[in-house]
């Protein structure tokens, strides 16, 4: 069992920075890999950025690759998301997901992913 906590959501502006943390219970935070989603008001969820329980493998989705990095910190059992050059189209509830993963690729599907977060509100403004 893993219990995922977001936090570091809030209002930018375009252009601004935030960094997104997910904090991890459990004693086996390294044997998973980890996502980042996010989702838009009357969308769907969607896939932005994931890392193998090694942190050896990151994958991000198109549309936040070369703003956004995943990074890990496995003896602090924490997830992180640094977003950049934020545009008001991140605007999004960003949720953290976890499923348990001893290989070096990472998944993008939702279903994939076992364990959720709560989630945590970024507002983009123009």
């Known amino acids: 069992q893993v219990q995922l906590v977001e936090s570091g959501g809030g209002l930018v502006q375009a252009g601004g920075s935030l960094r997104l943390s997910c904090a991890a219970s459990g004693r086996t935070f390294s044997s998973y890999a980890m996502g980042w989603f996010r989702q838009a008001p009357g969308k769907e969820r969607e896939f932005g950025a994931a890392i193998s329980w090694s942190g050896g493998t990151t994958y991000y989705a198109d549309s936040v690759k070369g703003r956004f990095t995943i990074s890990r910190d496995n003896a602090k059992n924490t997830v992180y998301l640094q977003m950049n050059s934020l545009k008001p189209e991140d605007t999004a509830v960003y949720y953290c997901?976890?499923?348990?993963?001893?290989?070096?690729?990472?998944?993008?599907?939702?279903?994939?992913?076992?364990?959720w977060g709560q989630g945590t509100p970024v507002t983009v403004s123009s």
């Open positions: 997901a976890a499923y348990y993963s001893d290989k070096y690729y990472v998944r993008q599907t939702v279903n994939t992913y076992d364990y």
